[in-house]
C-alpha cells in the first residue's frame, strides 16, 4: 500500500524548535519532489516548502523563509522539515506530499504541532 | 502570496451541477496552467481531484472537471451526489517558485 506517514509533531514553547519527519512506504521518494503543506486549525491549507527530488533544490513560503529547512535523505526513503523559532501562528496540522508535476498527489495523514507557552 | 479566492460555501441538490470558482492574478492562475483542486474531508487528507486545470487523476470521477478563463479557474461537479459534500481547495504554482492555496469552499449537498 503506497501511503506517507508523518510524525514528529508535538507541543513546543515559543522560539524552540521541532522536526518533522515523513516516511514513505510503497513508495521511493527519490522519484518525487516533495512538499510540506499546513493547515491551522478550522482554516484552509498553505504551502510551506518544497524540496526536488535529489535535494538539490530547496523553496519556501516567505512566511516561513530563514526558520525552516526542507531536507530529505533518499537513502532512508524519507523527507525532514527542521523548524526553529517557532511562532503561535506555525500552530497547525503539517502534511507531507509528494509532488507530481505541479500539484500535491499523494498526501499523508499529518502530525499536529502545537506552539504554546 | 496572497491567497486565491474562492467562495465560502456553495450548495446544491443530488443530481444537479455546481460551479466553484478560484480567482488568482497574472503571476499564478493567469499565467500558469497549473491549476489543481483538492477534495478534502473533515478530519482527513486532502485528495487531488483536478490537476493542470483541466486532467483528472486515474480513479476519479468523470463528473469532476476544471477549465480556465484568464486569472479565473474553475471546478465543476456535476451529477451531484451525498458523497461530495466536503471542502475544496485550488492551488497553484506562482512566479515566485512558490504555490498558493485558495482559501477552500464548503460543499453542502442539500
Known amino acids: 500500500q503506497v501511503q506517507l506517514e508523518e510524525s514528529g509533531g508535538g507541543v513546543v514553547q515559543p522560539g524552540r524548535s521541532l522536526r518533522l519527519s515523513c516516511a514513505a512506504s510503497?513508495?521511493?521518494?527519490?522519484?518525487?519532489?516533495m512538499h510540506w503543506v499546513r493547515q491551522a486549525p478550522g482554516k484552509g491549507l498553505e504551502w510551506v516548502a518544497l524540496?526536488?527530488?535529489?535535494?538539490?533544490?530547496?523553496y519556501y513560503a516567505n512566511s516561513v523563509k530563514g526558520r525552516f529547512t526542507i531536507s530529505r535523505d533518499n537513502s532512508q526513503n524519507t523527507l525532514h522539515l527542521q523548524m526553529n523559532s517557532l511562532r503561535g501562528e506555525d500552530t497547525a496540522l503539517y502534511y507531507c506530499?509528494?509532488?507530481?508535476?505541479?500539484?500535491?498527489?499523494?498526501w499523508g495523514r499529518g502530525t499536529l504541532v502545537t506552539v504554546s507557552s | 502570496q496572497s491567497a486565491l479566492t474562492q467562495p465560502a460555501s456553495v450548495s446544491g441538490s443530488p443530481g444537479q451541477s455546481i460551479t466553484i470558482s478560484c480567482t488568482g492574478s497574472?503571476?499564478?492562475?493567469?499565467?500558469?496552467?497549473?491549476v489543481s483542486w483538492y477534495q478534502q474531508h473533515p478530519g482527513k487528507a486532502p485528495k487531488l481531484m483536478i490537476y493542470?486545470?483541466?486532467y483528472r487523476p486515474s480513479g476519479i470521477s468523470d463528473r469532476f472537471s476544471g477549465s480556465k478563463s484568464g486569472n479565473t479557474a474553475s471546478l465543476t461537479i456535476s451529477g451531484l451526489q451525498a458523497e461530495d459534500e466536503a471542502d475544496y481547495y485550488c492551488?497553484?504554482?506562482?512566479?515566485?517558485?512558490?504555490?498558493?492555496f485558495g482559501g477552500g469552499t464548503k460543499l453542502t449537498v442539500l
Open positions: 506530499a509528494s509532488a507530481t508535476g505541479w500539484s500535491f498527489d499523494l
Open positions: 524540496i526536488s527530488y535529489d535535494g538539490s533544490s530547496m
Open positions: 497574472s503571476s499564478d492562475v493567469g499565467y500558469y496552467n497549473y
Open positions: 492551488s497553484s504554482y506562482t512566479s515566485r517558485d512558490s504555490w498558493v
Open positions: 510503497g513508495l521511493t521518494l527519490s522519484s518525487y519532489g
Open positions: 493542470d486545470v483541466t
